[in-house]
Every structure is written in structure tokens, then in C-alpha cells.
């Protein structure tokens, strides 16, 4: 018994320049425009191999995940207090994988959590709505501190210890050595921590500031009356940050 070997052809570049497809392509010329034809094939299914892997984060190559994570509105953040360290590619691949269920979240107060908890903020970061506090501390331009006021459709997030970020004092730092006023936060962190929250909350909602809070006692809104919990404790030991909107910047109301 004879066994027929099929030659292995892996492309259709190859396979074309071997088989004559009509009698007028014989010859070298005829044989170099299959060639050419057969390349176009394998462009085309490589590009419908590629499409179809970029479906499915674990598999996007590396140099299309940035466009994967522009169209699920999944940017791969910086990890706050590291000096800029991306977060590991495997753990932004689950996020992509799981993006459906991070935007039913959006604009939930664990959807807030989740978020920071991305940059590092392992310690789950609370919710205040302006209603439960109703005359924060001032911070921010006259326009911020009268919105905050005035406006109730809004919130606060508070950050508390142990966090990948600490208060400055004066003294604490040089000058243009990347600190920001009252925290160890750079401006790139503070503008990543602005840029999630105002993607990701509600649309007829605002977050007007940020609070770092490094006191063991009671910031005002964070207790019940009756709880037995001490009025204030705050001073230099919480630090407010305007996130507001994007427009605020933009027209110089921060």
C-alpha cells in the first residue's frame, strides 16, 4: 500500500504560487500575481483571526489592549503612590473580561469603591451624600464652596488609613519635587482619581471633593447623632481635593 504525503502549505501566498488556477497564469509573471493575490488572502484572515481575539481580553495581544480598553471605557490606571507603575496586565484583562458588570455598578457607591480600589485604595472608600453633610469644610474656589453648599445632587468620597497616600506638611517637601499641596498625591494620580469617578457616576450627579482622612476621630456626616462619637477632630489631619467637573476646569472654577 502507497501513501500519497500532502505537502504542508501554511499560507495562501504559498499554496497560489504553487497551483495553477487558469492556463493564462502560466508562467512567471502569472505566477507572481497569484503570489501577490494569495498574500491579500492571508491578510484577510488574519485580520478576521486578530478581530475575533481582541473579542476576548485574555487573548488581545498586548499592543491592542489600549484600543480594547478605550471601547469598554476600561482605561489600564496607574497605581497611586508607586511613582506611576501601571497595574499588572493580567489584572486589567479581568477588568475588561468583567466590563459589563463594573458599568451596572457605575454610579453606585460600590462602584465608586471598586474604582479606587483599582489604583490601590484597598480600604473600602465611603460614599457621603451632601445631605448627610451639609456644610463641608472650604475648600476650593468660591464658586466650588458655594456649589457644594447650595447643590444636593452631589457627594463626597472619603478616603481613610491605611492608604498608598500621606499627608504633607509644611516642611515635608522641596519645591518641584512633584508634591501636591496637602498629600503625597502627584497631579497625573489626582487627575486618573477625577477622570474614573466622573466616567463611571451617575450623570445627573456630582463629586465635589475628595476628603484623605487620616484622623482616628469624627469627620462631620461620618456618625449618628447619639453614637457617643466627639464633634470635629479634623484640622491637619484631613485633607479636601475638588474633583467636580470637567467643565469646572475648563472655564477656571476650580
Not at 49 to 75: S, V
Given at each position: 500500500m502507497s501513501f500519497t504525503q500532502t505537502p504542508q502549505i501554511d499560507s495562501y501566498a504559498a499554496l497560489c504560487s504553487q497551483v495553477l488556477q487558469k492556463p493564462p497564469n502560466a508562467g512567471p509573471w502569472g505566477a507572481a500575481w497569484q503570489t501577490t493575490m494569495g498574500g491579500n488572502y492571508d491578510v484577510q484572515l488574519d485580520r478576521e483571526y486578530f478581530a475575533r481575539a481582541c473579542r476576548y481580553p485574555e487573548q488581545t495581544p498586548t499592543d491592542a489592549l489600549y484600543?480594547?480598553?478605550?471601547e469598554r471605557g476600561l482605561e489600564r490606571v496607574l497605581l497611586v503612590g508607586t511613582g506611576g507603575?501601571?497595574?499588572?496586565?493580567?489584572?486589567?484583562?479581568?477588568?475588561?473580561?468583567?466590563?459589563?458588570?463594573?458599568?451596572?455598578?457605575?454610579g453606585s457607591a460600590q462602584g465608586h469603591t471598586d474604582e479606587m480600589s483599582w489604583c490601590g485604595f484597598l480600604t473600602p472608600?465611603?460614599?457621603v451624600r451632601r445631605h448627610e453633610w451639609s456644610t463641608p469644610l472650604p475648600v476650593g474656589s468660591a464658586y466650588v464652596q458655594t456649589f457644594a453648599r447650595q447643590v444636593w445632587s452631589q457627594f463626597d468620597l472619603y478616603f481613610r488609613k491605611p492608604m498608598p497616600v500621606d499627608p504633607l506638611h509644611w516642611g515635608d517637601f522641596t519645591w518641584g519635587d512633584g508634591s501636591?499641596?496637602?498629600?503625597?498625591?502627584?497631579l497625573p494620580e489626582i487627575q486618573l482619581l477625577r477622570r474614573l469617578v466622573r466616567?463611571?457616576?451617575?450623570?445627573?450627579d456630582t463629586c465635589t471633593y475628595f476628603w484623605f482622612i487620616w484622623t482616628t476621630g469624627a469627620v462631620w456626616g461620618t456618625y449618628k447623632w447619639g453614637d457617643g462619637t466627639y464633634w470635629g477632630a479634623t484640622g491637619d489631619d484631613t485633607v479636601g481635593i475638588v474633583c467636580g467637573k470637567k467643565q469646572w476646569t475648563t472655564f477656571g472654577y476650580m
Amino acid at each position: 500500500m502507497s501513501f500519497t504525503q500532502t505537502p504542508q502549505i501554511d499560507s495562501y501566498a504559498a499554496l497560489c504560487s504553487q497551483v495553477l488556477q487558469k492556463p493564462p497564469n502560466a508562467g512567471p509573471w502569472g505566477a507572481a500575481w497569484q503570489t501577490t493575490m494569495g498574500g491579500n488572502y492571508d491578510v484577510q484572515l488574519d485580520r478576521e483571526y486578530f478581530a475575533r481575539a481582541c473579542r476576548y481580553p485574555e487573548q488581545t495581544p498586548t499592543d491592542a489592549l489600549y484600543y480594547l480598553a478605550n471601547e469598554r471605557g476600561l482605561e489600564r490606571v496607574l497605581l497611586v503612590g508607586t511613582g506611576g507603575t501601571l497595574e499588572d496586565e493580567t489584572t486589567h484583562r479581568l477588568r475588561l473580561k468583567h466590563a459589563w458588570t463594573t458599568w451596572l455598578r457605575s454610579g453606585s457607591a460600590q462602584g465608586h469603591t471598586d474604582e479606587m480600589s483599582w489604583c490601590g485604595f484597598l480600604t473600602p472608600v465611603q460614599t457621603v451624600r451632601r445631605h448627610e453633610w451639609s456644610t463641608p469644610l472650604p475648600v476650593g474656589s468660591a464658586y466650588v464652596q458655594t456649589f457644594a453648599r447650595q447643590v444636593w445632587s452631589q457627594f463626597d468620597l472619603y478616603f481613610r488609613k491605611p492608604m498608598p497616600v500621606d499627608p504633607l506638611h509644611w516642611g515635608d517637601f522641596t519645591w518641584g519635587d512633584g508634591s501636591t499641596w496637602g498629600t503625597t498625591l502627584t497631579l497625573p494620580e489626582i487627575q486618573l482619581l477625577r477622570r474614573l469617578v466622573r466616567e463611571h457616576k451617575s450623570a445627573h450627579d456630582t463629586c465635589t471633593y475628595f476628603w484623605f482622612i487620616w484622623t482616628t476621630g469624627a469627620v462631620w456626616g461620618t456618625y449618628k447623632w447619639g453614637d457617643g462619637t466627639y464633634w470635629g477632630a479634623t484640622g491637619d489631619d484631613t485633607v479636601g481635593i475638588v474633583c467636580g467637573k470637567k467643565q469646572w476646569t475648563t472655564f477656571g472654577y476650580m
